[in-house]
């Protein structure tokens, strides 16, 4: 195995390993906070929600989204064009890591653009709260779960 491909390997696992590790520490930390938040439960979570998304769209973790995603394309290629393919495990981790990304773009990613809209007057608030709440935090677990168990082929394949 090449230096190149060790480090394209690293870069694939380090990006869905951090980016399952955000995941999972929201669906653990944050979305369990908001569900027991005193006065106006639904308000505060939503307004929250609205700028967590706002502020999620920079640098730090795009890049490491992005670049994860990037390294993961790149260990693909790499390895279907290997002469010596490293095996199907490197493969199936940087496939999984990308179905994350596939997960955040299809699913969070549209829940989180509608929730910009939700007025915080609105009298159908809480449901519309609940709603969002219930989606899109089955489609958080689902890609963390993918993310981590593409981090951990992705080290394995390395071995």
Do not use: C, H, K
Request: charge should be positive; glycine fraction near 6%.
């Amino acid at each position: 195995m090449s230096a190149v491909e060790v480090a394209l390997t690293i870069a694939a696992a380090l990006g869905a390993g951090l980016t399952g590790g955000v995941y999972l520490a929201f669906s653990f930390l944050v979305l369990p906070a908001f569900r027991t938040l005193p006065a106006a439960p639904a308000v505060s979570a939503v307004s929250a929600m609205q700028r967590i998304n706002v502020s999620a769209v920079r640098a730090p973790f795009m890049t490491v989204f992005f670049g994860g995603a990037a390294a993961s394309v790149a260990v693909i290629v790499v390895q279907l064009t290997s002469n010596v393919p490293a095996g199907p495990t490197r493969i199936l981790g940087a496939v999984l890591a990308l179905a994350a990304v596939v997960i955040t773009v299809v699913r969070n990613v549209p829940l989180n653009n509608a929730l910009v809209s939700v007025d915080a007057n609105s009298p159908g608030l809480t449901a519309a709260w609940q709603s969002f709440d219930r989606s899109w935090s089955r489609a958080n677990y689902a890609r963390a779960a993918v993310s981590v168990a593409a981090a951990v082929a992705l080290i394995f394949s390395l071995t």
